[in-house]
């Protein structure tokens, strides 16, 4: 059983369907042991008076034993696997919360695939241990319990021999059960490597194909599929002798009671055929509570590696995340930023150095700077994906570190550079911040970022379902859609990173005219490598190797910053470039 702190309150919380569940079990595991007595009673019964009547009436109550244990196998399956597939249903859940609490830097860590292997093979390890563990641990004790002390009851000799190998076999099984837990966690390490790097080829299929590397990858593949193999058959293999083991033992006790049974019989009268009859029931009646041990002492023993690894992913420390004190307040959008310096949790210089400037709510406003100037650690920090110290980032006069991390995402609206999409409708992509449906809203969202007539030429239209990250659909119109998404919350600030990236001049001039038009009181932030995509807005903010070069609108960076002249004559002279080779 697991009785560390992720897994021992829902032995706690699902209390009275255990208890209901082992009350039945053991009613039943006691009451199912009259049944050979019955018919010992019957064969000697056969062989001295032969009452009829005395044996339809033992034949009766075998019968009415039978449909008493169907019943109560059903009460007690429903209860403890029914309480176990809910424990699995709230350990995956409390995992999945968890994982949406985990800051920014966990997953840049931890792989996906290795992720995945807490919720599939590794939960249903842990749900077992909640259902088959616990059936067979209470099931093995009390009916071998049970069946033990009617033994000794006929032949407390005979069970005392019988008993000698038993009880090695248990004391064999003890000694095993570190080595069976330490070959599953290292099984289950093969699996999470393997599914990680399967995940990782499947998303990455396209640069793999142009690359021309799929011989290399199914190398790879094959080492890794041939080292959880072998890891796999190494702890059958083990499991196997294990049972065989276990198999000759019962063998051997089984043969010593027939001859010494049979012995007893015809040397003594304190046996009967009737009562060997039934002593030989009772041990095979005990089969089951030995091998429910022994299946116990495996679960356990995979139950509890697979607890250790969920254990230290759910001790997984959440660093970012609300004060005792957080505010939870109403925001507008006025940002301001006080000699702000950032520095990454696993980074060894800052990214940010001393940045100081003000985003009045309803500005239209760019950041602009060229590859690794800092752009995208802002956003970071905008979306409170990161702590930062205090006194250097406010919301409306309040410290962004004093206020609830719910309030503030609820006021922005994000559109992400890698633009992701998820394995849904057009219409649920757009309307991702809603638990309703509104066909008209998501129009409205889609012909403001262009779109529109992209998605009515498709065949379901909005109703459209979308591959896993969108690849159904170009870059050009997943940035679109991202765009959508985000107009449709109509957020107070709304976070553009570089989202214009890969559609036409033509297209991109439409989408920001569409967003000035809409936006007006609303705080608009575009982060982008384009001059064209911030030349018209209210406000500038130029950024160098995280440092902050130049503020103002286009026609003042123009005149006092070399860095923004730089960037401008740059992009003319590949405008020009581009136009002479078409």
């Not at 379901?460 to 896993?468: A, I, K, N, R, S």
């Amino acid at each position: 059983m697991l009785f560390t702190k992720h897994f021992f309150k829902y032995y706690i919380k699902y209390i009275i369907p255990y208890a209901i569940g082992i009350g039945v079990l053991l009613v039943i595991d006691f009451v199912q042991l009259y049944i050979p007595e019955y018919i010992g009673n019957i064969i000697d019964e056969l062989r001295g008076n032969q009452d009829v009547s005395y044996m339809q009436g033992l034949l009766l109550n075998i019968g009415l034993l039978v449909m008493g244990i169907t019943v109560g196998r059903f009460i007690w399956r429903y209860t403890i696997f029914g309480a176990s597939r809910r424990i699995q249903f709230d350990l995956m859940n409390t995992m999945f919360i968890h994982a949406t609490n985990l800051q920014q830097s966990f997953y840049s860590e931890e792989k996906v695939g290795g992720l995945m292997a807490y919720y599939t093979n590794d939960l249903e390890t842990i749900r077992n241990a909640y259902g088959p563990g616990i059936l067979m641990l209470v099931d093995g004790l009390a009916l071998g319990t049970f069946a033990v002390i009617r033994m000794i009851r006929l032949n407390a000799t005979m069970t005392l021999y019988a008993g000698i190998p038993m009880i090695l076999m248990l004391i064999f099984l003890i000694f095993i059960l570190r080595k069976f837990q330490q070959m599953f966690k290292t099984r289950q390490a093969s699996f999470e490597s393997l599914s990680d790097f399967t995940q990782e080829n499947f998303s990455g299929i396209s640069v793999i194909r142009a690359y021309v590397k799929e011989f290399q990858q199914k190398a790879a593949f094959q080492l890794k599929s041939d080292d959880l193999y072998e890891k796999t058959i190494g702890f059958v293999k083990y499991y196997v002798v294990f049972q065989i083991i276990i198999g000759l033992t019962l063998n051997i006790t089984v043969l010593f009671i027939v001859i010494y049974g049979s012995i007893t019989v015809i040397q003594t009268s304190n046996l009967t055929i009737g009562e060997l009859t039934e002593y030989m029931a009772y041990f095979f009646t005990l089969i089951w509570p030995i091998m429910a041990l022994a299946q116990f002492f495996s679960i356990q023993s995979q139950a509890k590696a697979s607890a250790e690894r969920i254990g230290e992913y759910l001790d997984s420390e959440v660093t970012v995340k609300d004060s005792q004190d957080a505010l939870d307040v109403k925001l507008h959008g006025h940002i301001t930023l006080k000699n702000l310096t950032f520095q990454y949790p696993d980074g060894d210089t800052p990214v940010l150095k001393d940045i100081s400037f003000d985003i009045k709510k309803g500005e239209m406003v760019g950041i602009l700077g060229r590859t690794g100037s800092g752009k995208s650690s802002l956003v970071d920090l905008f979306l409170r994906t990161y702590n930062v110290d205090k006194n250097m980032f406010f919301i409306d006069d309040y410290d962004v570190m004093d206020i609830k991390i719910e309030r503030v995402r609820d006021l922005m609206g994000y559109v992400p550079q890698d633009n992701f999409l998820f394995s849904e409708t057009i219409l649920d992509n757009i309307l991702f911040a809603f638990d309703k449906e509104d066909e008209a809203l998501a129009e409205q969202a889609a012909k403001l970022s262009d779109v529109h007539d992209n998605i009515i030429d498709f065949k379901d239209q909005y109703q459209t379902m979308l591959g896993e990250r969108g690849v159904t659909v170009s870059g050009g119109q997943k940035q679109r859609l991202s765009i959508a998404r985000a107009i449709a919350k109509d957020p107070e600030i709304l976070i553009l990173d570089d989202s214009v990236s890969a559609v036409d001049t033509k297209t991109e001039e439409a989408i920001i005219s569409n967003l000035f038009n809409i936006r007006k009181n609303k705080t608009t932030i575009f982060i982008a490598h384009r001059i064209s995509t911030v030349k018209r807005m209210d406000k500038i903010i130029l950024l160098d190797q995280g440092k902050l070069v130049g503020i103002g609108n286009h026609a003042s960076l123009l005149k006092t910053s070399p860095l923004y002249q730089d960037m401008v004559k740059r992009q003319q002279l590949e405008t020009m470039v581009e136009s002479e080779g078409v």
